[in-house]
């Protein structure tokens, strides 16, 4: 009798990102905003899992928040905007160095349980690629793209596009080994 | 584990906060200081003569049925249109009676004549008359209040612009002051009750016969002939359509639910329902109460709106009478007409909203300072477009 050895690889690990969330336009009003970016922080926590040496999941809980100044004719305000995006990625591990992921998160448009409304939740098509600087250190470079049509009520505070840059420090790895026997 | 999962992943999809800071670029009129002579406003400015301490207990009891006295003094920019006039006031609404403003109903001494169009002016259906107003209401918004203060009577000219068969509520944007202290912009409204009805159509209160169907579908008959309602009722309950036929106004029937069911009322018809009738004449249904409006369910059919789930006779009556084939017919045939004739579209419901915005935009900040509601001028932009917004993701569902 014979054994296979099979390695199951789970990686937890926290991510800080800042960069700069924009669209194309924005209308309040009836008036175009001179500004449609803002500056943007995102943070969480992330929970990979290799399937093999090179394919993997990833996924986690983060918190994004979004702070621009905006004017038109009658106002200029600052908005601040902070929710929770639920992102889910597949992964390929290029080499050693490099990881690319591409993904979809979900996260609400609005600030209270209304799932009987289709515009309440927003998707995003996200990208990732990391650079793995050591075992413990990570850098990232993500962005995300709307991809549902959502009124700009709900974008002034949050665009729909974004770009960071960010850092990524493991908490822990764990490998698990199988024994199958043939 | 599993569970704190799932309760994360909710927990992060109803999770959030959005704030603004307002710097605004226009000249904001300090709500402390400003007086029915320093105000400067091209709206009706009103002011309640009453006595300050009566006032204040009303105020705070606001669930008590107390009834004060005072005289209505109004202007426009600076000229006095009506000059101490003796009026009653008392609190109005249920739920909206606990917000920080609170709707005034004004009940004249005498029936006031409104010929020369000094109390209201708006633009009229061609079957209505204004020319004597018993009583009104200076109206908080309901449950808009924190939102655009502007919704209910934005869908009610709508229909005015449209030219519906409709009886309803008259609106004019109204800067109201207590004993010359601000307290805030409400929206001067005509009645929806018995008294509404019979200054409407120039007829005694005593010629009325007017009933409501309150949450749950409930009747409760008001005014005049009771009989005749409960045989109303007792025909929706018999399924008896040629009597029903005879009973109803058909023509207005019809606009009545296309339209609440065109825009989608949630709140509606299970409660928010009121017909009358004048003497031996059809029974008409009255459009008010519009605050709900395509707040959810906007991917609801009209259909789907007037089969509301709460049983209610309305529904009843609807799909008896639709039932019929000649009723369908002209039933159908009006829906397609106004849907083809773009009267109920978003452009114009856009123009109305656009106008009283503009109405009022001068003198929201300084109503917003008072009441924090909504918190910001950006917030009631927001709820503005919002508002907007929800009517053409209506309008694109039922097209």
Redesign the interface.
């Known amino acids: 009798m014979s054994t296979m050895l099979s390695f199951s690889q789970s990686e937890f690990q926290v991510e800080v990102n800042l960069g700069y969330a924009f669209q194309s336009e924005m ?4 008036e175009s905003l001179n500004n449609t970016s803002a500056f943007g922080v995102r943070f969480g926590v992330n929970y990979l899992k290799m399937f093999n040496d090179k394919i993997y999941m990833e996924t986690g ?1 983060y918190g994004k928040y979004n702070r621009g100044t905006k004017k038109i ?14 992102p889910l990625y597949a992964g390929y591990e290029i080499n050693d160095t490099w990881k690319f992921s591409l993904g979809a998160s ?3 448009n ?5 799932f ?4 309440n ?1 927003r998707y995003d098509l996200l990208t990732k690629l990391v650079y793995v600087y050591n075992n413990k250190m990570q850098f990232s470079f993500h962005t995300n793209w709307m991809l549902n049509y959502t ?3 709900y974008t ?3 665009p729909k596009n974004g770009m960071y840059l960010g850092v990524l420090y493991q908490l822990c790895k764990t490998i698990k080994i199988k024994e199958d026997k043939l | 584990m599993k569970q704190v999962i799932y309760c994360l992943l909710i927990a992060g999809l109803i999770f959030g906060c959005t704030s603004y800071d307002d710097n605004l670029k226009i000249n904001v009129q300090d709500y402390k200081t400003l007086t029915i002579e320093n105000i400067d406003t091209n709206l009706k400015v009103a002011n309640l003569i009453l006595n300050q301490s009566e006032f204040e207990k009303m105020y705070t009891n606001y669930t008590e049925d107390i009834e004060i006295e005072g005289v209505l003094n109004l202007y426009k920019n600076g000229v006095t249109l009506i000059e101490d006039e003796i009026i009653e006031v008392e609190i109005k609404g249920t739920f909206s009676a606990g917000l920080e403003l609170k709707s005034l109903g004004i009940k004249f001494d005498d029936t006031y004549n409104n010929e020369e169009r000094k109390l209201i002016d708006p633009q009229m259906l061609p079957f209505h008359s204004l020319d004597r107003i018993k009583a009104f209401r200076f109206r908080n918004s309901g449950s808009d209040f924190e939102n655009t203060m502007l919704k209910d009577m934005s869908y009610t000219k709508l229909a005015i612009n449209a030219s519906l068969n409709l009886d309803l509520m008259y609106a004019e944007q109204t800067v109201v002051f207590v004993n010359n202290k601000f307290l805030g912009l409400m929206n001067l409204r005509t009645e929806a009750n018995t008294n509404g009805m019979s200054r409407l159509y120039g007829v005694g209160k005593s010629d009325i016969t007017l009933a409501k169907i309150l949450e749950g579908g409930i009747v409760e008959k008001k005014d005049g002939d009771f009989d005749r309602i409960d045989d109303f009722i007792a025909a929706i309950d018999n399924e008896d359509y040629s009597y029903l036929s005879n009973e109803i106004d058909i023509d207005n029937f019809i606009d009545y639910m296309i339209f609440e069911s065109y825009i989608g009322n949630r709140d509606w018809p299970k409660n928010n329902v009121r017909f009358f009738a004048i003497n031996d004449g059809p029974f008409r249904f009255v459009l008010f109460d519009l605050d709900l409006v395509a707040t959810q369910e906007i991917d609801s059919s009209p259909m789907s709106f007037i089969n509301n789930p709460i049983g209610n006779p309305i529904t009843d009556l609807f799909n008896i009478m639709y039932s019929n084939e000649d009723f369908r017919q002209m039933y159908d045939a009006r829906f397609q007409y106004l849907i083809n004739s773009t009267l109920l579209s978003s452009a114009r419901f856009n123009e109305v909203v656009t106008e009283y915005k503009n109405n009022i935009e001068h003198i929201m900040p300084t109503h917003i300072n008072k009441y924090n509601a909504p918190e910001t001028f950006t917030d009631w932009y927001l709820n503005i477009d919002h508002l907007k917004n929800n009517f053409k993701a209506r309008e694109n569902y039922v097209l």
């Open positions: 209308i309040l009003n009836d809980l004719e009658t106002l200029e305000f600052t908005s601040n905007n902070l929710k929770i995006q639920l979900i996260e609400n609005k600030e209270e349980l209304d009987s409304r289709e515009d939740l009124y700009d009520v002034i505070s949050s």
